[in-house]
């Protein structure tokens, strides 16, 4: 099919099945400046599967940010080539009887729904770094199509019950005055919860949370907490420790936790833990983020950290996430649920798993254009009560503007 970078039809006893792959361009509202990038626009990846002739369809996104070796793995075409192996795996073993086990029911959904989770399960193209991404996106496609068939919510689905309201962060990215003012006063209409991109660089950290606690104690009542997010910029631990000492502490009544402080990749996790202890002193806590992405991953940090920041793209979608979340929690590790910049779609799919965290930073959606929202509905945010509401709307919760990829004019 023109147009897409995948696109095919799958004839199944009980159905046709057509899968999409298109590109979508997000623009941000203001630049968006991390440790390691800066950037005005990102182009991630839209899954679409489509029961033929039956008006369902499940959708799923892949947070795309820029390449960086051993943490962000995979782009486009990236998506492109794997998924051009499933499709070739999967017209192999259409013929596939068997249940998946997913940890979760899907009992009731129709066996073709089986049968292209193990393909996805089994596809040669898995060993390779960038399949997890790829995985992810196809995984909520079917899952979401699995929940709607089954109408019922996607958290439900993965077994997981919202027991109490949820509080996310809105994301301030490492920009200049005027624009850390103008993304600052945005986000804090829907959360008083900020999370702070920072650096190694300590004059500017000392500079940019100045100008954040300022604007927030303009705020009534302001009982919002922070984290902030280091990015694993550091590669020792005593610049770190300087930070902390110098800056950090300035602000501990407010910081949650400090976020990746260490490189993705530590021959020796054990001298990190002093950065553990000295924030732990003054009431902060450490999290990991892009040193996790597996639950031996998290075995291996566990002294180190007092949680982990768990993201679909990173696990390989939902069952690996659920894996990761149940092995944090066997070792005592507080949860977080993160997303790579996304719409509104992408935020809704990692919004499923906050029943199990203790916060979020779902704010993909928020950080972007309105113009650049391929979805409506979903979630929504209480800044009054300082939580988000998960829709009770089918699947995902949020459903195109149009019924395919294919119509809608920022997908390229």
């Known amino acids: ?205 000392a500079h940019a949370l100045d100008i954040i606690d300022k604007e927030c104690r303009k705020v009534s009542d302001y009982k919002g907490k922070w984290s902030i997010d280091l990015n694993s910029d550091f590669p020792e631990p005593e610049p770190c420790l300087k930070l902390i000492d110098e800056v950090l502490v300035k602000y501990a009544d407010r910081i949650y936790m400090v976020e990746q402080p260490f490189p993705v990749k530590v021959d020796d996790w054990s001298k990190w833990r002093r950065v553990k202890e000295a924030c732990e002193k ?36 939902y069952r690996a996430a659920l894996q990761c979340i149940k092995k944090a929690k066997e070792l005592g590790l507080k949860v977080w649920i993160g997303a790579m910049v996304g719409s509104s779609l992408l935020m809704n799919m990692g919004v499923a798993l906050t029943p199990a965290a203790v916060y979020s930073d779902l704010d993909g959606e928020l950080l972007i254009t309105k113009e650049s929202q391929p979805c409506v509905k979903g979630f929504t945010w209480d800044v009054k009560e300082g939580v988000i509401r998960l829709s009770k709307d089918v699947g995902v919760g949020v459903v195109l503007i149009n019924d395919r990829l294919c119509a809608w004019h920022l997908f390229v």
């Open 1 to 205: 099919m023109e147009g897409y970078l995948n696109a095919k039809t799958f004839t199944f006893p009980q159905a046709k099945v057509t899968i999409l792959h298109k590109k979508i361009l997000l623009y941000f509202r203001t630049s968006f400046g991390t440790s390691h990038s800066s950037t005005t626009v990102r182009s991630n990846s839209f899954i679409q599967v489509i029961v033929e002739d039956s008006g369902l369809y499940g959708i799923g996104e892949i947070g795309l940010p820029p390449k960086k070796p051993d943490c962000y793995l995979a782009d486009n075409e990236d998506i492109k080539v794997w998924l051009n192996s499933y499709f070739e795996h999967l017209s192999n073993v259409l013929d596939y009887k068997e249940k998946i086990k997913a940890g979760f029911s899907l009992d009731e959904v129709p066996q073709y729904i089986h049968t292209m989770i193990y393909a996805m399960d089994t596809c040669p193209l898995n060993s390779e770094e960038y399949s997890k991404a790829a995985r992810n996106g196809l995984e909520g496609a079917l899952l979401d199509l699995a929940a709607k068939m089954k109408k019922v919510p996607l958290h439900e689905l993965l077994g997981l019950k919202v027991e109490k309201e949820h509080s996310a962060f809105y994301t301030v990215g490492i920009l200049g005055d005027e624009e850390l003012l103008q993304s600052l006063k945005f986000g804090l209409q829907y959360s008083h919860y900020i999370k702070i991109k920072l650096n190694k660089n300590i004059e500017y950290a």
């Open 282 to 317: 003054k009431g902060m806590l450490v999290f990991a983020d892009e040193s996790v992405s597996t639950a031996d991953s998290i075995e291996s940090i566990k002294d180190t950290v007092s949680g982990v920041n768990i993201k679909l793209e990173k696990c390989g979608g």
